[in-house]
Nanobody, 121 residues
Framework: QLHLVESGGGLVQPGNSLRLSCAAS????????MAWFRQIPGSERDFVAL???????LYAAPVKDRFIISRDNAKNTVLLQMNNLKPEDTGVYHC???????????????WGQGTQVTVSS
């Protein structure tokens, strides 16, 4: 079982940046596609970005050109660099792992507990 732990969330003003980190428990991490999802209360988890095990990436339209996802297989870590943050980026950000490839939350087998990101002036 792969355990995932996110960190790096916080309160920032619009236009600023944050970097989220997700640490996996073991080296089987490199077998998985990794993704970030955002959740707000009362809503389902929305796809934000993914990186495949061969380092191809895909972004949701609202974050394309502002967010960058990357992975370091040597450190069992996936990062999400979030730039030019907007109030609508607010939510709990979860990282997730899947042996398959997709943007649906239902396709991901392992999840972290999440880290809160609040963008507000």
């Amino acid at each position: 079982q792969l355990h995932l732990v996110e960190s790096g969330g916080g309160l920032v003003q619009p236009g600023n940046s944050l970097r989220l980190s997700c640490a996996a428990s073991d080296s089987s991490f490199k077998r998985y596609s990794m993704a970030w999802f955002r959740q707000i209360p009362g809503s389902e988890r929305d796809f934000v970005a993914l990186v495949t095990k061969v380092n191809n990436s895909l972004y949701a339209a609202p974050v394309k050109d502002r967010f960058i996802i990357s992975r370091d297989n040597a450190k069992n870590t996936v990062l999400l660099q979030m730039n030019n943050l907007k109030p609508e980026d607010t939510g709990v950000y979860h990282c997730a792992a899947s042996l398959n490839l997709g943007t649906s939350a239902g396709g991901y087998e392992y999840w972290g507990q999440g880290t809160q990101v609040t963008v507000s002036s």
